[in-house]
């Protein structure tokens, strides 16, 4: 059975990106075009999608704009696959009521990074504990922690662990920090069956090393599901060597959308591809430089990912 026909249950696996938020021109949301973006994702194999994360340009949109898109995707996905919301918010009572909104709303799982605000307004450890006990007092779907340098917060798998086993729906974990193998092996160690989905993000830049950590998800840009599964499918079958053929198959693309175009480029391959009609990121976010943007197509159509040919 393919990955795709495990995901609507638990524990969820495989692969999990983050959709775009799909502006038009003039910076307005673009409804029918992130319906688009969606169905794609899910035609390219996603196992599930994830929406309003950083990679979906969740800090530029309004608290109406952000209600749009999770209805819009929600309502449309109609139970196809899985579908994680992020709820992120330094406030506590905030990202409660975002998270029981989600949850109403048909949400299969929320992701929360720790509270923090600007380069030095942190959260002790004693109030992280407290902030997501509340947000899991508050509803009955996984919480998915996502560990990542933005965040500025050191959290120690030690920490990560007891969270899981004292705090009833903390039970999934996207470590994306410098040594993320290293930190799911003890996380993994500490946590037992605790951890229900330790996984992968960070556009899949270090998957080998962290499905051999003993990673189950990876949560990565949105423009080639299709080319991640290609990666994942035979890991999981037992086949590693064809995994690590395709992973460094792969690796020029993940590689360039991490390090040369961010956000920026499953919106960019979308849009080529002629899945939605504009790349568009909201200001004060810049366009890519065309020399980069030409370079990403060049890669990927080496690649022939679906993205490319889906709206042709």
Same mark, same amino acid.
């Given at each position: 059975?393919?990955?795709?026909?495990?995901?609507?249950?638990?524990?969820?696996?495989?692969?999990?990106?983050?959709?775009?938020?799909?502006?038009?021109?003039?910076?307005?949301?673009?409804?029918?075009?992130?319906?688009?973006?969606?169905?794609? $994702?899910?035609?390219?194999?996603?196992?599930?999608?994830?929406?309003?994360?950083?990679?979906?340009?969740?800090?530029?949109? +309004?608290?109406?704009?952000?209600?749009?898109?999770?209805? *819009?995707?929600?309502?449309?996905?109609?139970?196809?696959?899985?579908?994680?919301? *992020?709820?992120?918010?330094?406030? +506590?009572?905030?990202?409660? =009521?975002?998270? #029981?909104?989600? %949850?109403?709303?048909?949400?299969?799982?929320? $992701?929360?990074?720790?509270?923090?605000?600007?380069? *030095?307004?942190?959260?002790?450890?004693?109030?992280?504990? %407290?902030?997501?006990?509340?947000?899991? =007092?508050?509803?009955?779907?996984?919480?998915?922690?996502? =560990?990542?340098?933005?965040?500025?917060?050191?959290?120690?798998?030690?920490?990560?662990?007891? $969270?899981?086993?004292?705090?009833? @729906?903390?039970?999934?974990?996207?470590?994306?920090?410098?040594?993320?193998?290293?930190?799911?092996?003890?996380?993994?160690?500490?946590?037992?069956?605790?951890?229900?989905?330790?996984?992968?993000?960070? %556009?899949?830049? +270090?998957?080998?090393?962290?499905?051999?950590?003993?990673? *189950?998800?990876?949560?990565?840009?949105?423009?080639?599901?299709?080319?991640?599964? #290609?990666?994942?499918?035979?890991?999981?079958?037992?086949?590693?060597?064809?995994?690590?053929?395709?992973?460094?198959?792969?690796?020029?693309?993940?590689?360039?959308? @991490?390090?040369?175009?961010?956000?920026?480029?499953?919106?960019?391959?979308?849009?080529?591809?002629?899945?939605?009609?504009?790349?568009?990121?909201?200001?004060?976010?810049?366009?890519?430089?065309?020399? +980069?943007?030409?370079?990403?197509?060049?890669?990927?159509?080496?690649? =022939?990912?679906?993205?490319?040919?889906?709206?042709?």
């Amino acid at each position: 059975m393919s990955l795709l026909g495990r995901s609507s249950v638990r524990p969820y696996r495989g692969v999990y990106p983050v959709a775009p938020t799909i502006f038009s021109e003039e910076g307005q949301l673009d409804v029918e075009g992130q319906k688009r973006a969606v169905d794609f $994702m899910i035609d390219a194999g996603s196992d599930g999608v994830c929406i309003l994360a950083n990679y979906s340009e969740q800090f530029l949109l +309004t608290d109406a704009e952000r209600d749009m898109v999770m209805h *819009t995707v929600l309502e449309h996905v109609a139970g196809r696959v899985p579908v994680i919301v *992020t709820t992120s918010h330094f406030s +506590t009572g905030i990202c409660v =009521d975002r998270s #029981k909104r989600a %949850e109403a709303a048909g949400a299969a799982m929320v $992701m929360i990074m720790p509270p923090f605000f600007g380069a *030095t307004l942190r959260v002790s450890e004693p109030g992280i504990y %407290e902030f997501f006990r509340r947000v899991s =007092d508050a509803i009955s779907i996984p919480i998915m922690i996502q =560990d990542a340098p933005m965040a500025g917060t050191s959290l120690s798998p030690s920490f990560l662990a007891r $969270m899981a086993k004292e705090i009833v @729906n903390v039970s999934y974990f996207k470590i994306e920090v410098a040594g993320t193998a290293n930190k799911l092996r003890e996380i993994i160690a500490l946590g037992g069956d605790s951890i229900e989905g330790p996984w992968d993000g960070e %556009e899949a830049i +270090t998957l080998m090393a962290d499905l051999d950590a003993g990673a *189950t998800g990876a949560m990565t840009g949105g423009g080639y599901p299709d080319g991640i599964r #290609k990666i994942i499918d035979p890991y999981f079958a037992g086949n590693r060597e064809e995994a690590a053929t395709a992973y460094e198959r792969w690796l020029p693309l993940i590689n360039y959308e @991490n390090r040369q175009c961010g956000l920026s480029a499953a919106k960019a391959l979308m849009k080529e591809g002629g899945v939605i009609k504009s790349e568009a990121v909201r200001h004060p976010l810049q366009p890519l430089h065309p020399e +980069t943007r030409k370079g990403l197509i060049e890669i990927a159509r080496r690649l =022939d990912p679906m993205v490319l040919r889906w709206g042709r």
